[in-house]
């Protein structure tokens, strides 16, 4: 089977790789002429563990391509799988124009094209969208959905950092359409995925994922605040939480209820707020999904207000994306710390080896240059300058020796964001919420 994938991003690189790991043509397809001359040379278009192996594998195998010409690349494929981006508007809801414009693309070409074309969307997107991308193909192609053409909602449930491990191993496949021909050909897809394949109803399919990041941001938001009570009052907040993740059969997973610093990234704050703003349009009222993003604020605001307690003014950052093991910068919360410390006068160095400027290409990239062109001029080339300068050290990210460092730089503050590895006791060591 051909395939053909619309939008080279994070979860288009990935879908691309794995796809043909799994034995199908497929062709990329991206106004971004940069991410398509990089797959073409059997490169990935983002960092990610193994997709950079995959993607030179299945390129060399003959199995990958790229291209800017939509009209050929689905000709060409008797599937279309639709991974552009839903960026969150002005006004709360999603901008679903990506969608729609290649929704319109793709009816161009099956005006002229005679065979069953099924079309996949597994981008985030609202409910209703899957009938509205139906609508829009049968208005330009003349053909009819479920007869000449069928379209899928597949939500995808990829981590960054964690992405292609999760591409085989999701907690379930899920896909919504009222199609059985469809349905099956989704199966044959996911043959080779571990996990349950569940077929549902379309808007249970559009749905979820607002669903499940929006219950993300909340329980880490929950375990912040278990945590900062937890330290005023001198308890172990690690040694409480972990009892409390022993419960399986109610708390249902132990990932975000660990205390850490705010939660960011493009998925978690965009598709909360849409969630709140679907809410309001309804006339709901939602306080908790209101409250939420609140917390998270005030929880930046107590890192903030622990660097200023220190008393220090020289502050090092160890990691300044999002999450670990990535160079997303997107919504990092880290980076609205460095903003605010900056304004009131501090010093400000950072150090992070997955982010390295000359490196970022598409959306990181630009998002650095037109929200962030100041952090250029605040990065250092490695870990030791950093160290040596600071006044105060932030960990933003794991890594083993970390806990090490605060015995070998005594007269140095630490504040930990993310729990480094270890039981650390000492003076010059604080964690933002344990």
Known sequence: MNISIFGLGYVGCVSLGCLAKNGFQVNGVDVNKTKVDLINQGLP??????????????????????????????????????????????????NLEYIYQTAKQIGEVLENKNTFHIIVIRSTVLPGTNQRVSEIISEISGKKVNID?????????????????????????????????????????????????IRTEIKIAELI????????????????????????????????????CKDKQLNI??????????????????????LK????????????????????????????QIIKKSGKTKIGILGIAFKEGTDDLRYSPVINVIEEILDKGYEVKVYDDYVQTALLIGSNKEYLEKNLPYLTNLMV???KDLLEWAELVVFNRKKEY???????????????????NGNIQKFNYEGICW
Do not use: W
């Open 45 to 94: 278009t983002i960092i990610e563990k193994d997709i950079n192996t995959i993607i030179k594998e299945q390129h060399r195998a003959g199995k990958i391509r790229a291209t800017q010409d939509y009209y050929q690349a689905v000709m060409d494929s008797d599937m279309s799988i639709i991974c552009v981006g839903t960026p969150l508007g002005e006004d709360g809801n999603l």
């Open 149 to 197: 053409f069928a379209v899928v909602s597949n939500p995808e449930f990829l981590r960054e950092g964690t992405a292609v491990q999760d591409y085989y191993n999701p907690p379930f496949t899920l896909i919504g359409t009222d199609n059985d021909k469809a349905a099956e050909v989704m199966k044959q897809i996911y043959e080779k995925v571990n996990g349950e394949f």
């Open 209 to 244: 994922k607002y669903v499940n990041n929006s219950f993300h941001a909340l329980k880490v938001t929950f375990a912040n605040e278990v945590g900062t009570i937890c330290k005023k009052l001198d308890i172990d907040a690690y040694e409480l939480m972990n009892i409390f």
């Open 253 to 274: 997973s132990p990932y975000y209820f660990r205390p850490g610093f705010a939660y960011g990234g493009s998925c978690l704050p965009k598709d909360l707020n849409a």
């Open 277 to 304: 703003t679907m809410a309001r349009d309804l006339n709901i009222n939602t306080p908790i999904l209101n409250s939420i993003e609140l917390s998270n604020q005030n929880h930046i605001q107590n890192a903030v």
């Open 381 to 383: 080339n490695n870990e």
């Open 402 to 420: 970390y806990s090490e460092l605060i015995s070998q730089y005594p007269d140095k503050s630490f504040l930990d964001l993310i729990k480094i």
